[in-house]
């Protein structure tokens, strides 16, 4: 039974390139949620999806960042023009219903290195 | 906003003593609280949690208790062994205004052989 995967485990780019980040639930799960990670911080709240809709993204900055999770295939965190201060860990949670009290489930994370 | 408070942010205990993390939280329609552990260079993992309907429940070396009253929960790990250290995360879940779970800030365990 895999868990929560993400890919890839670290990713580098440059100023001004792109970033994409892929999350794929546990089996059964329809509901995904993107955290940030600053070294030796907390984890910050992005985005909340379920398949195909963004339920919230209150978390999430308003320009350069998107998400989505398409009704077929991996959530996907984008990253236009990074900037060195995108560089983070991301995580991606599942869970299976999206109502309290429901488990989130973490994959391991993509470090993003931006030069 | 809602927030979770959690405290210490570093605690230190000599192998086999106990450690013990406290939370509290502002959101009283709160009903579930996970902790998670998180190890250097991975993802947060599920390690305990309970449901407002319960006060008390234990996993082998690690317990955790919640007050609903005072809108407090904390996690005991007893006779600490050098593999606990790491940092842990609280976290309190509600519905309010959708399914939200906010996380405390963190707490770094270091556990001394």
């Known amino acids: 039974n895999a868990g929560v995967m993400q890919n890839p485990r670290h990713l580098v780019r440059r100023r001004g390139q792109e970033a994409r980040l892929r999350c794929s639930p546990m089996?059964?799960?329809?509901?995904v949620y993107w955290y940030r990670q600053l070294p030796e911080e907390g984890l910050k709240f992005m985005v909340y999806?379920?398949?195909?809709?963004?339920?919230?993204e209150s978390g999430m900055p308003k320009e350069r960042f998107s998400a989505e999770f398409p009704k077929e295939g991996p959530s996907i965190l984008r990253i236009q023009q990074v900037v060195r201060g995108d560089s983070a860990a991301y995580f991606c949670?599942?869970?299976?219903?999206?109502?309290?009290?429901?488990?989130?489930?973490f994959g391991p994370g993509t470090r993003l290195t931006v030069l | 906003g809602e927030n979770v408070e959690q405290h210490p942010s570093t605690l230190s205990v000599q192998e086999g003593d106990s450690a013990v993390i406290k939370c509290t939280y502002s959101?009283?329609?709160?009903?579930?609280f996970p902790w998670y552990k998180q190890e250097l260079g991975k993802g947060p993992q599920l390690i305990i949690d309970?449901?407002?309907?319960?006060g008390e429940k234990k996993d082998q070396r690690i317990a955790v208790t919640l007050n609903k009253t005072a809108k407090h929960f904390s996690l005991h790990i007893t006779e600490t062994q050098p593999e606990d250290s790491a940092v842990y995360f609280c976290?309190?879940?509600?519905?309010?205004?959708?399914?939200?779970?906010?996380f405390g800030a963190g707490t770094r365990l270091f556990v001394k052989a």
């Open positions: 949670a599942s869970s299976l219903n999206g109502q309290s009290p429901d488990t989130q489930y």
């Open positions: 089996k059964g799960h329809s509901h």
């Open positions: 999806l379920q398949k195909e809709n963004i339920i919230d």
């Open positions: 959101d009283s329609a709160s009903n579930y």
């Open positions: 309970i449901r407002s309907n319960v």
């Open positions: 976290a309190a879940s509600s519905n309010t205004g959708g399914f939200k779970t906010i």
